[in-house]
């Protein structure tokens, strides 16, 4: 089971920014999941929300910015004593850093259409090639995995799931030619992990934070478990990258 750090280390360090992925990278992991979203010049960014207030106290949609606007942006709200500026990062600048890591879960947020799916992941396998070994595409949204589909993408692709919809996501992984499931935490029953890997699935679960649960998990034999805290995980577990 790898340890997957959820939006990069979002326990120990501000989300989805390089210093919150350098501190991962410092832990000696080599697995994380993270955010992209694309604006409307059409720069690929790495950020969890539409908008700017809850990580950076700025009011504002992210979608009213472009990438010139991306350096004025400071993501420690929540981490006073923070030292250094984490501005919005560009994909690009993200991979940059992850250049060694075995396994990154690249999850698209929802989009508005199906033109906007196929503009954002033909940008993103662009920006993603050299990564065919290590990345997998992500998404909630059933028109990112319908415009991966379509393109014949060569990167792994994966469902995740937030609703109780049992088999019927198993159904869904298949019907878009994905290679992993992720599941909410507390949608991942025993049943759920079982019929998962019978039907050749890797399986990620997130977000678990608490280390019985996520023994439980490891004992299940879950390929990803994605938490917050990957530094407590890393230690309680034993699991060394």
């Known amino acids: 089971m790898q340890i997957i750090g959820h939006r990069g280390a979002r326990g120990e360090a501000p989300e989805n920014t390089l210093g919150g992925f350098a501190y991962l990278k410092q832990l000696g992991i080599r697995a994380v999941e993270f955010d992209v979203r694309q604006l409307p010049d059409d720069t690929l960014i790495v950020i969890h929300d539409d908008n700017l207030f809850r990580t950076s106290g700025k009011v504002g949609s992210v979608y009213q910015s472009q990438r010139h606007d991306l350096a004025h942006h400071d993501h420690r709200s929540q981490w006073k004593n923070w030292e250094n500026h984490e501005p919005t990062p560009c994909l690009s600048q993200v ?26 992941t033909e940008a993103l396998q662009q920006q993603l090639k050299g990564f065919e070994r290590s990345a997998t595409i992500t998404s ?18 994966g469902l995740l799931i937030e609703d109780n919809i049992k088999t019927q996501a198993i159904e869904k992984a298949i019907k878009y030619g994905c290679t992993r499931i992720g599941w909410k935490d507390k949608l991942a029953t025993p049943d759920m992990i079982e019929l998962s890997k019978l039907a050749k699935f890797a399986v990620s679960v997130w977000t678990v934070n ?19 805290f990957p530094k407590t995980m890393q230690q309680q577990l034993g699991i060394l990258e």
């Open 95 to 120: 991979l940059d850093l992850l250049q060694d890591f075995q396994h990154i879960e690249v999850e698209i947020k929802a989009v508005a259409n199906q033109a906007q799916a196929e503009r954002l």
């Open 140 to 157: 909630f949204d059933e028109k990112i995995l319908q415009a991966l589909q379509r393109s014949q993408s060569q990167f792994q692709r």
């Open 210 to 228: 608490d280390v019985s649960r996520a023994k439980n998990l490891l004992d299940q034999g879950i390929d990803g478990l994605i938490t917050d």
